[in-house]
């Protein structure tokens, strides 16, 4: 993720506000001109309560890696403009919702310690929710339904196995859905059902196969990331083999470098993990010949390798990884503060 230029930062630190750290006050204010907004830094402090004397119009408030154990809304209702929020790096173990926060429009609760997902309530205009290396195990059908203009939602690095098809209802305006790092396993047939994701995540999980029209017929995604998946390479995998196909444009990998993040166009990714012949093969290049028994195969050269008879296969093209460098533009909207990237 790119931060702003250094003439953006020459400009916020023109417009840092005199004297914002006043007696016993740990924290610093400045005008953030990116957003247009007063920007309150609390992070790294050491605190264990949040500051009660903030500035009335704060708009982004940083109280990234301090020692808030547990948090509460109620500790923000004095802040009416707060539309940007970063607990992360707090090993907090509770958020407790209720009294509404209207104008929060993102929060930031990465690398912490949350066991279940709070109850999300009196937040109406949340669009992004990063819960990012939490220790969440399970969700419940129609979990973040109290927050349904949700766009970007970041479940990355925690402990789910599966999921109800039902979790992610009313969420119609979700673009960017990051399920990476989990301990998933499987995934329900209809987990998509009703959204019109831009990007999904799925890497570096557990999946071994994806159930038939998992994906959502007729619609283009922009990004897919499928990499790091134990993939079984038979018969049951003829339908994400063939949507990879369709779709290899989708399938994309990323790696960070000491340049930033770096987007690789490659459907060659996803690669098979068992049966052990088939072990680091691209799954777009692994043919099946499957009868009605379901039990033919046929290795990548098209030879046979269970009982049935040969089937002539169609190569496939080669498709080579094409770099891509993103621009400011199509990168996650996550902000870039003190804290680093969720």
């Not at 998933?184 to 059902?193: A, K, Q, S, V």
Request: charged share 15%; net charge negative.
């Amino acid at each position: 993720m790119l931060c702003p230029t250094s003439p953006h930062l020459a400009l916020l630190a023109l417009l840092s506000v005199a004297g914002a750290v006043g007696p016993g006050e740990p924290c610093q204010s400045e005008m953030n001109l990116i957003k247009d907004q007063l920007q309150v830094d609390c992070s790294g402090q050491g605190l264990r309560v949040v500051p009660p004397a903030l500035p009335k119009n704060t708009g982004i408030l940083l109280l990234s890696t301090n020692r808030l154990a547990s948090v509460s809304t109620a500790s923000f209702q004095h802040l009416p403009e707060l539309a940007e929020l970063d607990l992360s790096g707090n090993g907090l173990g509770a958020l407790h919702t209720g009294p509404p926060l209207p104008s929060l429009q993102e929060l930031v609760l990465s690398h912490n310690a949350l066991g279940v997902l709070p109850t999300l309530q009196g937040l109406p205009a949340l669009t992004r929710l990063a819960l990012a290396h939490n220790s969440i195990s399970a969700l419940l059908p129609g979990a973040f339904r109290a927050v349904g203009q949700l766009k970007d939602l970041n479940l990355r690095g925690n402990q789910l196995r599966t999921l109800p098809e039902e979790v992610f209802e009313g969420l119609a305006g979700l673009k960017d859905l990051d399920l990476s790092d989990n301990a998933l396993d499987e995934l329900p047939r209809g987990l998509l059902t009703g959204l019109e994701l831009e990007t999904l995540r799925l890497s570096g999980n557990q999946l071994r196969t994806l159930p038939s029209s998992f994906f959502p017929e007729e619609h283009t995604f922009a990004f897919v990331f499928l990499a790091g998946n134990p993939w079984r390479c038979d018969c049951g995998l003829a339908y994400l083999r063939g949507w990879i196909a369709d779709n290899d444009f989708s399938i994309y990998t990323q790696e960070q470098r000491s340049e930033g993040l770096l987007f690789d166009n490659d459907p060659r990714s996803p690669v098979c993990d068992v049966p052990l012949r088939h072990r680091g093969s691209p799954v777009l290049e692994f043919k099946q010949a499957c009868g009605k028994g379901g039990d033919a195969e046929l290795d990548i050269d098209g030879t046979m390798t269970e009982e049935g008879t040969p089937v002539p296969s169609a190569t496939v093209p080669s498709t080579n990884p094409i770099s891509h460098h993103l621009e400011p533009a199509n990168l996650p909207p996550w902000g870039c503060n003190k804290a680093g990237t969720p």
